[in-house]
Nanobody, 126 residues
């Protein structure tokens, strides 16, 4: 059974930092795209950051560029999201996602992801 488990969310003041971790189990995801999405109350789930299978290519939503960094450790089957200079508008439930297919590049389309974590709440106070 494949599981993605996010951790690291919490309450932080504006300008602060958090590091999210997504640990995968049940199968390996090296050479397969992984990503982070978020969903704020009353809004649709949106792409935040993605990383290709090797970790050599990343992409970000315009709203987080320069503040967030996605990385992965394939030996640990884990992906990370370092979030700096957090803003109140970053408040959302953050989800980790994994593609079961070997593909080149970064995957932005949430419909292409096969596995999802349960989400972790990030709340940024002003």
């Amino acid at each position: 059974q494949v599981q993605l488990v996010e951790s690291g969310g919490g309450l932080v003041q504006a300008g602060g930092s958090l590091r999210l971790t997504c640990a995968a189990s049940g199968r390996t995801f090296d050479r397969k795209p992984m990503g982070w999405f978020r969903q704020a109350p009353g809004k649709e789930r949106e792409f935040v950051a993605g990383i290709n299978g090797s970790g050599g290519s990343t992409d970000y939503a315009d709203s987080v560029k320069g503040r967030f960094t996605v990385s992965r450790d394939n030996a640990k089957n884990t992906v990370y999201l370092q979030m700096n200079s957090l803003k109140p508008e970053d408040t959302a439930v953050y989800y980790c996602a994994a593609d079961r297919t070997i593909r080149p590049g970064v995957q932005h389309d949430m419909r292409r992801y096969d596995y999802w974590g349960q989400g972790t709440q990030v709340t940024v106070s002003s």
